[in-house]
């Protein structure tokens, strides 16, 4: 099982990046792909999901600025952040959802300074 993150880094409030993930074929396979991430001393929340369809969902808190996306051919899942807030500073990882494996990956750091 590989999960690698990658994209995050340093952005001021207002900013965008895009994270990628790229998912080995076995947890790719699950039909729904999700993005999560973890504040210090908070624990991990569910921030977007996509099916293999296309069906996405969001949490309220990024709902209108976050856009996930997945090419299937590739096994990557994709999260376009814009409008970042402080808040959304995080680590953030991909996984399964709504049931994630139990490995993670390393992540990839998303700080944005206000």
């Known amino acids: 099982v590989q999960l690698q993150a990658s994209g995050g880094g340093l952005v001021q409030a207002g900013g965008s990046l895009r994270l990628s993930c790229a998912a080995s074929?076995?947890?790719?396979?699950?039909?729904?792909m999700g993005w999560y991430r973890q504040a210090p001393g908070k624990q991990r929340e569910s921030v977007a999901a996509?099916?293999?369809?296309?069906?996405?969902n969001y949490a309220d808190s990024v709902k209108g600025r976050f856009t996930i996306s997945r090419d299937n051919a590739k096994n990557t899942v994709y999260l376009q952040m814009n409008s970042l807030k402080h808040e959304d500073t995080a680590v953030y990882y991909c996984?399964?959802?709504?049931?994630?494996?139990?490995?993670w990956g390393q992540g990839t750091q998303v700080t944005v300074s206000s």
């Open positions: 996984n399964s959802w709504p049931n994630p494996a139990d490995y």
């Open positions: 074929g076995s947890i790719f396979s699950f039909d729904t």
């Open positions: 996509i099916s293999r369809g296309g069906s996405a």
